[in-house]
């Protein structure tokens, strides 16, 4: 019998690390020839995951420009992608969450009569605009898509309220398979600054910052309560990876450059920040995927937003919505750093997003939907 032709499209960091171990898992499989096609919407960004993960894509359409519209990534993707389909003429194509390349990924597989794997399916935060362009682009997929591979119960509960009942598999989520080949307790880091950093000694809080919804005053609210934490906690240190968007750069160097306590650092590759993210304090974010890895690995995280598509951990207790109110992320930052009580009660391992087997059920369900093998069991957690 053919192998079945798996293609994973995916472009931007988070989509990277997520899907970077599931194509190595179908690569495993001995029905299943593994097609990798990068949007490469991140540039510098993908190409290190690509590296940690040693994965050799098949195929690149190289977008990336610098300040790019939503308009011009989902335009090129939708035209590179006609090439790469005609190329590699797959029997499925895999998109991951909520991106414009996720988007454009599932729309052209559409326009080639290409059924659609849809990994990190069913989140919702039901509010268009926030995160914007995520809402949407998620719901836009989950109309296009054949298969739903949701991390969670309450992600396919979503579907299900949508009226999708099809194709719905609970499998946990990939960056758990993914962290399970990053984080070692004997990890040395390659960088000066976070081989010295005082673990142990002092509070390290871990920040990351970059969603569209939050640029302009969310954002200047955010790094002004991040400096106002570093100058009022001696026994703090603040270690914030910056993106690479010129926008976000832009807020960090007017509101948090050259503050006592604070290192800006470029972006860390994935297995760096992992470990990173193992030995830190607390964890201050506006990222989708470190409110899925802290918890799992028992670091507290407030959330730089509004709302969140991932209710699970904060009905576990670790992870809380701070907001984007300047007072309100320093009153709650207060609290975990001065109170060890409100801290113990936050800082416990829960794995509400998965057992790091998602990408096994989804390799499994993808050769039951073409009938070449048994139905895998939802993921419980
Ligand atoms: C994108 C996704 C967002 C995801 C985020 C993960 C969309 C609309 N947004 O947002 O859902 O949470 O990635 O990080 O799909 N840049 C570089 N090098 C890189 C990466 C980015 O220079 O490796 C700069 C470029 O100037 C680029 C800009 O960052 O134009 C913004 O990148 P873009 O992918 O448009 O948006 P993100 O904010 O990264
Ligand atoms: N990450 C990384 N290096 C960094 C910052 C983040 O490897 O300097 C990882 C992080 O551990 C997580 C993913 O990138 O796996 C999250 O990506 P991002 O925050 O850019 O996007 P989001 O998850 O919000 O879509």
Known sequence: ??????????????????????????ASRPEIESL????AQHRQMLDSVLEVFDCKPDWDLNIMTPRQ??????SKCLTGMDEAIDALKPDMILVHGDTSTTFAGALSAFYHQVPVGHVEAGLRTYDKYSPFPEEMNRKLVSAIADLYF??????????????????LFVTGNTVIDALKTTVREDYQFSTEVLNHLPYGEKKIILVTCHRRENYGEPMRNIMQALAQIAREHEDVELVYPVHLSPVVREAVDTYLR????VHLIDPLPADEMHNLMARCYLVMTDSGGLQEEAPALGKPVLVLRRETERPEAVEAGTVRLAGVVQADI???ARELIEDPEAYRKMAHAVNPYGDGHACRRIADAILWHFGRGEKPEDYRA
């Open 36 to 39: 990798c096609c990068v949007t």
């Open 1 to 26: 019998m053919e192998k079945l032709r798996i293609m994973s499209v995916f472009g931007t960091r988070p989509e990277a690390i997520k899907m970077c171990p599931l194509v190595r898992e179908l």
């Open 330 to 332: 320093v009153a709650m």
């Open 69 to 74: 519209t939503l308009s011009s990534i989902t």
């Open 150 to 167: 949701c991390p969670t119960v309450n992600n396919r509960g979503n579907l299900l309220k949508e009226g999708i009942t099809q194709g």
């Open 258 to 261: 050259g503050t006592p306590r």
